[in-house]
C-alpha cells in the first residue's frame, strides 16, 4: 500500500511563493505519472499538474505560468513549486497518480491572503 505524505503549505501573502513536496512510499514511484491537485472549501477536487515518468509537464489552465511541478525518483517525491499566488489558489493540495490511483494522503493547506 503506497502512503502519500504531502507538505510545504502554510499561509502566504498574494504574489507570493511556495514549494510544495509530496513523498511517496514504495519502490513503482519512478514508473507513474504523478499529479498534484486541490480542493477549496465547498468545492470539488480539481486537478492541477501533472509529470510523466519522463518529465513532460501538464497544467491546468487557471495556474499555467505560475506553477511548476517537478520529480526526484531517487527520493520518491513530487513538487509543486507556487509563484504569484492568488486567493483563489487557497485549498487543500495533494498528490496522486495521474489518473488517481493510490489511496489519499492527508493534503497541505495552502491559504492565500489578499
Known amino acids: 500500500q503506497v502512503q502519500l505524505v504531502e507538505s510545504g503549505g502554510g499561509l502566504v501573502q498574494a504574489g507570493g511563493s511556495l514549494r510544495l513536496s509530496c513523498a511517496a512510499s514504495g519502490s513503482i514511484f519512478s514508473r507513474n505519472t504523478m499529479g498534484w491537485y486541490r480542493q477549496a472549501p465547498g468545492k470539488q477536487r480539481e486537478f492541477v499538474a501533472s509529470?510523466?515518468?519522463?518529465?513532460?509537464?501538464y497544467y491546468a489552465d487557471s495556474v499555467k505560468g505560475r506553477f511548476t511541478i517537478s520529480r526526484d525518483n531517487a527520493k520518491n517525491t513530487v513538487y509543486l513549486q507556487m509563484n504569484s499566488v492568488k486567493p483563489e489558489d487557497t485549498a487543500v493540495y495533494f498528490c496522486n497518480t495521474f489518473p488517481t490511483r493510490w489511496a489519499w494522503g492527508q493534503g497541505t493547506q495552502v491559504t492565500v491572503s489578499s
Open positions: 509529470i510523466t515518468s519522463y518529465n513532460t509537464p
